[in-house]
């Protein structure tokens, strides 16, 4: 009797909630690209991380497109949107003289990073999301 509980018990949870092989495989490949953005986003510019995230967002809508479960879909498809809305700012360098040319190099870099560390952010929380939806 307690055996066909068990047997019972693990059919109904491996029925519950189970992800598909194309779906492990999705989630696999999604935290693996955000791994590789984050570190990215960790030591290049902001122009490089622009090129990555173009990249890196076109990978992220073929995986989200080959996912079955929409949990995963969804996750993937937000990382994605995040990966190709970001664009990097343009750079201003004005004044007259050098002094004030060098202050608005410097208000221009701290926007610049600003603007790489929301995009890490903003990868760190949805990481987290996809990570639950996909049971890790």
Known sequence: ??????????????GCGGLTEADTKACGDGRKLVAYALSITDVAPE???G???DAVGDRLRTT????????VKNALSALEKTMT???P??????????????LAKV???RQRQENVDKLEAALRQQAKAL?????T
């Open 47 to 49: 122009e490089v991380v």
């Open 64 to 71: 989200a497109s080959e996912a079955g479960d929409e949990g």
């Open 85 to 87: 809305g970001f664009r």
């Open 51 to 53: 090129t990555m995230t």
């Open 107 to 109: 208000e221009s870099d």
């Open 131 to 135: 990570n639950e939806v996909c049971g």
């Open 89 to 102: 700012t343009q750079v201003t360098v004005t004044g007259d003289t050098i002094a004030e040319q060098y």
């Open 1 to 14: 009797m307690r055996r066909l509980l068990i047997a019972g018990s693990v059919l109904v949870l491996a």
